[in-house]
């Protein structure tokens, strides 16, 4: 299922069944893209909009270069409203209380959000993104 909005299309992403076939475990439970993503399809410098770890958990990740990709929650730390990607600024943006954080790291750049946003782990492997675990 995907949702095209803008710039942003939505995927999903979850944990699957295991069957012994997937290529990449973390705390023994295996992950993919459920409706698998080719790189390709996400341009450099674009967004895709997911849920993950759980379907109560909204996240966005970032094409940032042709073999590099970065995931985070798309929670602020500070009180939780939406971050968007801020292309001309290069940065994740929370408009609630002007909160903002590197793209890449998801460091706390300024405003009032006491910690750096939640990342994902995500790798392309055969040209499929896929997510390995969260970091709080």
């Not at 999903?12 to 290529?23: A, F, Y």
Request: glycine fraction near 8%; hydrophobic fraction near 35%; aromatic fraction near 8%.
């Amino acid at each position: 299922r995907r949702l095209e909005q803008g710039t942003h299309r939505q995927i999903s992403i979850q944990g699957g069944v295991d069957r012994g076939d997937h290529p990449h475990r973390r705390d023994g439970i295996p992950t993919q893209i459920e409706e698998r993503v080719v790189v390709a399809d996400v341009a450099i410098g674009d967004t895709y909009l997911f849920r993950y770890p759980t379907d109560a958990d909204p996240a966005i990740l970032l094409r940032v270069a042709d073999r590099e990709v970065v995931a985070f929650s798309q929670k602020c730390t500070h009180l939780g409203c939406v971050v968007y990607f801020e292309a001309e600024e290069d940065r994740w943006h929370c408009p609630c209380h002007e909160g903002n954080f590197d793209a890449r790291t998801g460091a706390v750049i300024s405003g009032p959000p006491p910690r750096p946003l939640g990342r994902i782990d995500v790798e392309i492997r055969d040209d499929t993104i896929w997510a390995l675990g969260y970091q709080p």
